[in-house]
């Protein structure tokens, strides 16, 4: 499969999703295609979507049985990947079960043709008026279970807010097995000063590192108390099988509580228009940065979507393991 090196092809422009609300409806109903004005209208009022249907059933059943088969003939690699913490109160009930584990769509056709294949895209191309790239990729075997967030922190791209979530169902989600969160209408309330932030801590914004825990967690409990104090409420998001939902960069959200010991089989992908660098922490916190807008990234092409090459899978945000060790049937 043939890889190769992409333009920006969003370098000097802003995204149309960033603009004040009249003028986002506006931009849309000029510019949007028809079958589509329904579910982009809903995006920018409420900062999220769910696309039904986006793949079918045994698309669903594929990906599953890609993970599967991937664990099954590595499962010395993903030993010790299923630690749950009895002590956190949202994932209280999790069940010893796979998660967080990255970029499985570099390692099974399978779980990457949930992407490829997805009707979504359609969207995700029309939000960003360029043919959308599969950045990184989380798949879950159970719910996340995590506290409300934005990922803008730790997607920071070049031009600033062109990235989107895009979660992929691969059975239905609810509250019982721990479904998508949102805060609808969050991603209308202003950024915080990120400079009073840092100092508030006592950091200097030149020497801070890509994922600065104490920064995240600082910065993401003053984002939800903003949002509550603005009459904002946290909301469930049930999907089914097949689902896709696609969410804003500014649109707080999480995983609920897992009130049973049951699955959440999904796939939760990050993706930007080809070509787009992605920066951490140390640089959303610095507005004086002077990175590039170009990267060295190589992808390959489909014909909805391009996917960036990579050599690893990530398990649990703890190890990386090269892909080229690996039995598995990848792109």
């Known amino acids: ?47 999220y979507i769910v696309v039904k249907n986006s793949i079918d059933n045994s698309t669903c059943d594929e990906a599953i049985q890609g993970f599967d088969d991937l664990v099954a003939k590595n499962s010395e690699i993903f030993k010790g990947a299923t630690k749950t913490n009895d002590n956190d109160e949202r994932s209280k009930n999790n069940i010893d079960m796979y998660h967080r ?7 099974s056709k399978r779980i990457a043709n949930a992407v490829i294949a997805n009707k979504a895209l359609e969207h995700v191309n029309f939000i960003f008026r360029s043919k ?50 949102v805060m609808k209408g969050g991603h209308f309330i202003e950024e915080l000063d990120l400079k009073f932030i840092l100092e508030s801590l006592g950091k ?30 946290v909301e469930p998001v049930y999907t089914k099988k097949g689902d896709t939902i696609i969410w804003h960069p500014q649109l707080p959200h999480g995983g609920s509580i897992i009130q049973k010991p049951k699955s959440r089989y999904s796939l939760i992908n990050h993706l930007t228009p080809v070509g787009v660098p992605v920066y951490h922490q140390d640089i959303f916190f610095n507005d004086d940065a002077d990175v590039p807008y170009d990267t060295d990234w190589l ?32 792109l």
């Open 1 to 47: 499969m043939e890889f190769k090196k992409y333009k920006n092809e969003v370098s000097g422009s802003y995204p149309w999703y960033m603009l004040e609300k009249e003028k986002q409806l506006e931009y849309v109903e000029n510019f949007c295609p028809t079958h589509l004005k329904e579910d982009i209208n809903n995006f920018v009022q409420d900062g």
């Open 204 to 233: 200097d914004v030149n020497n801070l590192v890509p994922t600065d825990d104490d920064a995240w967690f600082r910065y993401q409990s003053l984002m939800k108390s903003d949002c509550l104090r603005n009459g904002l409420v």
């Open 132 to 181: 959308p790239a599969l950045y990184t990729s989380l798949y879950y075997q159970r719910g996340s279970a995590q506290d409300i967030h934005r990922d803008t922190p730790y997607f920071t791209t070049r031009p600033m807010h062109y990235y989107v979530g895009f979660s992929v169902s691969f059975e239905d989600s609810n509250e019982e097995n721990g479904c998508l969160e």
């Open 101 to 107: 584990i990255g970029n499985t769509h570099l390692a």
């Open 299 to 330: 992808y390959t092409e489909f014909e909805n979507c391009f996917i960036r090459k990579g050599d690893s899978i990530n398990i649990n945000n703890v190890r990386n393991v090269i892909i080229s060790s690996i039995d598995s049937d990848t």
